[in-house]
């Protein structure tokens, strides 16, 4: 099922509507998109493109559809084949107009705001161009669709609210008083999770990294954000802890399955404990508490030390490449129809 209606996808390739990136920077790809040469493009071009054709694009750059190319692009009789899953755009940088292609994916997640204002558009899992160097597209292990349910990633990805972002902002604010860890670098997030049974919603929390001594203090100051949340009656903030080697890879139905997650040495042995990002260590907080995870935010805290070149404090980010092939099996199985009407009744 689109996230967009028929009309709403008219508008987005017509370049009526302007999308903006997020805070990470993103790239496109180059190429000679004349009408001439588009007929005879397929999917297989792209990581023949030389390395020099690719643009960088600064975080929140405004970025438009070209229509013709794009529609070229997005048609399902070229070459008798499924439609690409890129788009063509132009963007200003620096003052001059560039051009290039963009991932279908990538662009309806930044598209996505513009008729649904809950939402921030940066998500969590899925797939996105994950290599600079080949834009190489990360999907499910047989690289076409889910090998356990046989969804689609953009059915296995979770999206940033604007209230998950504040909740984030809030426990950032937190830290940040307290000097948690020193100061020390690390990506913090917040998962909202619903408990249909009770009609409960919760707020977890993690940090990214491996700072277990400072495992208590982190708790503590996640508990104090309950005695100042006038919804904290339906909605209580809770520490979620870092992976074990015994903890199974549970999917929505708990199903305890580890599959292949690729990003790891084909000759090791897979272990949950192996994550180490905030993502995975709230969506399985929330899988154990028997929740459904529906929203999250990850934003970066940072007091001391060098600066990350990518993130500066309190910038929200989406999932690094590890999270964007490890989360999506343990998003299976929910159906994003009811996941959808649960985020609009919850925010």
Request: with cysteine; aromatic share 10%; net charge neutral.
């Amino acid at each position: 099922m689109s996230r967009f209606t028929k009309e709403q996808l008219e508008l987005l390739y017509s370049g009526k509507i302007a999308v903006r990136t997020q805070a990470r920077k993103c790239y496109l790809r180059v190429t000679d998109m004349s009408l001439k040469f588009i007929d005879k493009f397929t999917e297989k071009d792209i990581p023949k493109l030389s390395n020099k054709s690719v643009i960088e694009l600064p975080p929140y750059t405004t970025v438009r559809c070209v229509p013709e190319p794009t529609e070229v692009l997005l048609k399902d009789e070229l070459l008798k084949q499924k439609s690409l899953r890129f788009v063509y755009v132009i963007a200003v940088v620096d003052g001059k107009k560039v051009e290039g292609l963009m991932p279908k994916s990538v662009f309806h997640d930044y598209a996505y705001p513009a008729f649904h204002p809950i939402f921030t558009g940066i998500t969590y899992g899925g797939y996105k161009w994950a290599f600079k160097d080949s834009h190489q597209i990360v999907n499910f292990s047989e690289g076409k669709a889910c090998t356990i349910c046989g969804g689609k990633a953009s059915d296995h990805k979770l999206y940033e609210t604007e209230d998950a972002l504040a909740s984030a902002r809030r426990l950032l604010h937190a830290l940040y008083e307290n000097r948690w860890a020193g100061g020390a670098p690390s990506m913090i997030g917040v998962l909202y999770a619903i408990f249909p049974d009770d009609g409960t919603s919760r707020i977890y929390a993690a940090y990214s990294g491996e700072l277990t001594t400072h495992d208590f203090a982190f708790q503590s100051i996640v508990a104090t954000l309950n005695h100042d949340d006038e919804r904290s009656k339906k909605r209580t903030w809770h520490f979620a802890r870092t992976l074990r080697d015994d903890d199974p890879h549970l999917l929505w139905d708990e199903t305890d399955i580890i599959g292949k997650i690729r990003g790891f040495p084909k000759n090791e042995q897979f272990k949950m404990s192996m994550l180490k990002c905030a993502a995975p260590k709230l969506i399985q907080a929330a899988h154990r508490d028997g929740g459904i995870p529906i929203a999250m935010s990850e934003i970066w805290y940072q007091i001391e030390g060098t600066q990350n070149t990518d993130f500066i404090y309190g910038c929200t980010a989406e999932s690094c490449n590890l999270c964007r092939m490890s989360i999506p099996p343990m998003l299976c199985k929910r159906d994003p129809e009811a996941v959808t009407e649960e985020i609009h009744g919850l925010f």
